[in-house]
């Protein structure tokens, strides 16, 4: 009896794997660069394709042109960024604790990785799409729920604008330590001060604005809630 089951080409199942695994080459190559050297440097494709072990116009093959590399290269760097500030172990204790940790493992990634940090927080032309905005659009929408959910849970009031801000208030909020992140490390090799120190008061500025906006509205944000007690609202990702 026959069957009208497509038949999978073992062949194309092979090129779409190597094509894959050639384009990560080329994306890790870049960012293997951009670390070697110091920030700002503008590193050449034909440096990059030498580094993958590749001609220069097979890089060509596996993206439109330079910007699509480096937006690539650059969410790339980005998911890297995350998935340290995210790892396992971030929302362990209390809530002051959980914003503090996650803002030192941010600044202890930027500081040790200062040329690549730089390269993912840049605004490439060309696009509307923009990978920095992009993964803190995304941080913002995960905290959404915890933001309103919990107001609820601490009995904070919140009317209408206050809901519809709840996203835009999270963007702002992890904006400012990005910018803050940016401007510091802009200041070379004496910046001051140093990472822990400018981790916990950057820390401090998000634990202020947070229970401000709940003291205002009636509620007590409490600095040793543990974060576990909101899970089911809020599932922050575990490696």
Same mark, same amino acid.
């Given at each position: 009896?026959?069957?009208? #089951? ?9 090129? #779409?794997?190597?094509?894959?695994? @050639? @384009? ?7 960012? #293997? ?18 580094? *993958?072990?590749?001609?220069?116009? $097979? ?12 937006? *690539?290269?650059?969410?790339?760097? /980005? ?5 340290? $500030? ?5 929302? #362990?204790?209390?809530?002051?604790? $959980?914003?503090?940790?996650?803002? /030192? ?15 993912? !927080? ?10 920095? @905005?992009? $993964? ?26 206050? *809901? ?48 401000? !906006? ?18 089911? /609202? ?6």
């Amino acid at each position: 009896m026959g069957t009208d #089951e497509p038949q999978v080409d073992g062949r194309s199942v092979r090129w #779409e794997a190597h094509k894959r695994e @050639r @384009r990560a080459a080329i994306i890790q190559a870049a960012i #293997e660069l951009t670390e070697a050297h110091p920030p700002g440097t503008d590193i050449h494709v034909q440096l990059i394709a030498k580094q *993958a072990g590749i001609g220069r116009p $097979v890089v060509y093959r596996h993206f439109a042109d330079r910007d699509d590399l480096d937006r *690539a290269v650059q969410r790339q760097s /980005l998911q890297m960024l995350t998935d340290h $500030v995210f790892a396992s172990g971030i929302a #362990e204790g209390g809530l002051r604790e $959980v914003i503090e940790r996650a803002v /030192l493992r941010y600044v202890l990634w930027a500081h040790q990785h200062r040329a690549l940090h730089r390269f993912a !927080m840049r605004e490439l032309p060309g696009k509307i799409d923009n990978p920095v @905005r992009n $993964v803190i659009r995304g941080i913002s929408v995960q905290l959404k729920p915890l933001l309103l959910e919990g107001g609820k849970v601490l009995g904070v009031e919140l009317d209408d604008d206050d *809901a519809a801000m709840v996203d835009l208030v999270a963007f702002g909020v992890v904006s400012e330590v990005v910018s803050a992140v940016r401007l510091w490390l802009a200041r070379g090799e004496d910046r001051k001060p140093d990472p822990e120190p400018l981790a916990y008061r950057l820390a401090q500025l998000i634990w202020y604005q947070l229970e401000g !906006m709940a003291r205002t509205r009636g509620g007590r944000l409490d600095p040793d809630l543990a974060l576990a007690d909101l899970s089911a /609202l809020f599932p922050v990702t575990q490696n």
